[in-house]
């Protein structure tokens, strides 16, 4: 399983000798890119100042990691630009105590900035080689809070289920019902549905209800089934 890992990382898992350098382009990131485009929640700015967005990007783009678009991963998928990570955790407010639901792990980004805030990630990957690539950036880094599983994301995780806030990063033409019916009363969804037009749709619950917000235009990758079904 180590030769594996191994190998599936190779050319993978950035050089660490210039962090100091990387820490100057999260300072720069985090003020021109997500402060001044009006994120000022101090703990998400935080977070985002913290995270090693280099650590989870391909070996010949690490020197790019920082800039203002999103960058491929492999597999078809991207690790989404700064800006949107942050507009996305901003906009869950998740707070010390939460436990958090992540579909699409991808590169394991989103679900490391999601650990910083919250007390329990749950983040779930369709695609088994992010999946693997994902599981082993997060544990070189040690976080103890996040719980990851390789799996269909329209299904949630029912056992660890109810969640106080749910991100999704891949966009299907309606809402899953089994996210809605995991999501906990008071609880904040955020999710790109795709009805011709993409756009980030915010959900809270109330007493079983959902309110619903459109609040921005993205371009997220389709949700699919294990099959490549689009949902």
């Known amino acids: 399983m180590k030769l594996f890992l191994l190998t ?20 720069k990131m985090v003020l021109k890119q997500i402060a001044q485009r009006g994120i000022s929640n101090k703990r998400v700015l935080t977070a985002m100042k913290k995270v090693e967005r280099h650590r989870f990007v391909p070996l010949d783009i690490t020197d790019h990691a920082y800039d203002d678009v999103a960058q491929a991963i492999g597999e078809g998928q991207t690790i989404s630009q700064p800006y949107v990570v942050a507009f996305m955790t901003d906009a869950l407010n998740i707070q010390p105590d939460d436990k958090v639901l992540e579909i699409g792990t991808g590169s394991g980004y989103q679900a490391a900035v999601l650990a910083e805030l919250g007390k329990e990630v749950y983040t779930i990957e369709i695609n088994t080689v992010l999946s693997a690539r994902a599981e082993a ?19 949630g995780w029912p056992e660890a289920a109810p969640f106080d806030a749910i991100t999704v990063t891949c966009s299907p033409s309606k809402i899953p019902q089994p996210l809605i019916d995991q999501l906990k009363d008071g609880g904040r969804m955020i999710i790109p549905v795709d009805e011709g037009d993409q756009f980030l749709i915010l959900l809270t619950k109330k007493k079983g209800k959902l309110i619903k917000e459109k609040i921005l235009p993205v371009i997220f990758v389709p949700m699919h089934d294990n099959k490549g079904k689009k949902y």
């Open 8 to 27: 599936l990382l190779a050319g993978w898992l950035p050089r660490v000798a210039i962090t100091q350098d990387f820490q100057a382009q999260r300072e």
């Open 137 to 155: 950036v997060l544990k070189s880094l040690h976080y103890k809070n996040i719980y990851q599983r390789t799996g269909d994301g329209y299904l």
